[in-house]
């Protein structure tokens, strides 16, 4: 986890050639107070991966977990998000390929009830963009079929999953931003 989270979230700045965000890793900038987020920015000069398959099954509560099992994996992801005043951190993206994959996700999102925007996404690949593929919101252990009726298969009864997603969304009354995608 990569975070620069605060009153006005921080710059991150990743160069590599291939940059692979796997297992639950994220990218993480949340802008809390009244000044600007900074900018995410990451380029690759080869690939960009960001897979949202996550086999650790985080206890979605502890105490529950115990006799349920429920578990809620995490998905990697860059995202950006703003509950204040201020606006959301920008994202920006250039890569030779770009690869959203298994439930992963690039997200922007203001919760904002004072009109803090969110970021904007400003993605340049030059060969491929390849968006596929879900993960399952929940996971289950065996002792989670004592919830549901005898009979009925765990799977067949509880079916949530998370799709592979770049999104923008203003869930207050500020403004969702721009998104700009260049693939040559």
């Given at each position: ?62 105490l ?35 690869q ?48 549901i ?36």
């Amino acid at each position: 986890l990569a975070d620069v989270s605060g009153a006005g979230g921080g710059n991150t700045n990743i160069v590599g050639k291939n940059i692979q965000l796997l297992a639950g890793s994220a990218i993480v900038s949340n802008t809390s107070g009244n000044l600007d987020g900074g900018v995410i920015q990451v380029k690759a000069s080869d690939l960009l991966q960001i897979d949202g398959s996550d086999t650790t099954n985080t206890e979605v509560d502890a105490l529950a977990a115990s006799f349920t099992e429920i578990f809620l994996p995490a998905a990697s992801r860059i995202f950006s998000n703003t509950v204040g005043a201020g606006n959301g951190s920008d994202i920006s993206i250039v890569a030779n390929d770009l690869q959203i994959s298994n439930g992963g996700a690039i997200e922007l999102q203001t919760f904002s009830a004072t009109a803090g925007n969110s970021g904007n996404l400003a993605i340049n690949v030059n060969e491929s963009i390849e968006l596929s593929g879900n993960r399952p919101l929940l996971g289950f252990s065996e002792n989670a079929i004592n919830l549901i009726a005898p009979g009925i298969e765990l799977d067949t009864a509880i079916d949530l999953n998370q799709s592979s997603k770049m999104t923008i969304i203003s869930f207050g009354s500020g403004r969702a931003g721009n998104v700009d995608v260049v693939a040559a």
